[in-house]
């Protein structure tokens, strides 16, 4: 199984056309933002920080260059090749490594966890943005990469952004610059059920070791310039504890 012609080339065309200076594309926010604050969220859960962290969907490598500065290895893997361009040039000295990975595909993950063995996986923002069909497919990638020792944090908008994005989108000015591509490329978010993204985990046999909520920051400014938060809810899952 893999992801469709379409969606793989809406993404491939969406990261060719991106402008390449830090904070242009709408969820590039700065690792301080973003990766370091999630990283304060997951650290206390890491069974093993040794292990090799994979940033499923890394897009243009903003958040993996933080966690190449934290981590010993960390490779980031994403979708498209335009988007792995883009985070190679943005890492000159080589901290992370990059690859592509099509996440549904079961034995290109397979074959990653035999390259690296277990691994902490972070992954924000990736399941909204998935085809239906395709979510289940990466909850199980998420469990193959973490195997027995690994975790996972992953990030994800509540279902409510769906209807914030929406109304900025048809506002009288049209979607702000940033949102723009995003619908341009075919990639509007798709509706996540709140309850439905622990389930999807659960289902992979993973289990959640704790959650809560924190805003998806965007680069983007609403029509007041205040930034756009997104609504977003986090998970810290690990494999199922084997049973007596």
Same mark, same amino acid.
């Given at each position: ?8 080339? *809406? ?5 060719? =056309? !991106? ?5 242009? /594309? $709408?969820?590039?926010?700065? +690792? %301080? ?77 397979? *074959? ?5 063995? =277990? !691994? ?5 923002? /990736? $399941?909204?943005?998935?085809? +239906? %069909? ?93 930034? $756009? ?16």
């Amino acid at each position: 199984m893999s992801v469709t012609n379409r969606y793989r080339d *809406a993404w491939e065309g969406f990261w060719r =056309d !991106a402008p390449q200076e830090p904070g242009a /594309v $709408i969820w590039d926010a700065a +690792p %301080a933002l973003t990766a370091e604050r999630h990283l304060a969220l997951f650290d206390p859960h890491l069974a093993d920080p040794e292990l090799p962290v994979v940033d499923l969907g890394c897009g243009n490598g903003t958040q993996t260059g933080f966690l190449a500065e934290r981590f010993a290895r960390v490779v980031g893997v994403d979708l498209s090749p335009a988007a792995l361009d883009l985070a190679r040039r943005r890492d000159p000295a080589g901290r992370a490594e990059f690859a592509r990975l099509d996440a549904t595909d079961p034995e290109a993950v397979r *074959a990653l966890h035999d390259r690296l063995g =277990d !691994a902490n996986v972070y992954l924000r923002g /990736v $399941i909204h943005q998935s085809e +239906p %069909a395709d979510r289940g497919p990466v909850a199980e990638a998420v469990a193959t990469l973490v195997g027995a020792r690994g975790r996972a944090f992953v990030v994800e908008l509540r279902a409510s952004a769906k209807q914030l994005l929406s109304d900025l989108a048809h506002g009288p000015a049209g979607p702000p610059p940033k949102l723009r591509p995003v619908f341009a490329h075919g990639l509007a978010p798709g509706e996540v059920a709140d309850e439905a993204f622990a389930e999807l985990f659960h289902a992979a046999g993973l289990t959640v070791l704790a959650s809560g909520d924190l805003p998806l920051v965007t680069t983007e400014s609403g029509p007041d310039g205040r930034r $756009i938060d997104l609504p977003a809810q986090w998970l810290v899952v690990g494999a199922r504890p084997a049973r007596p």
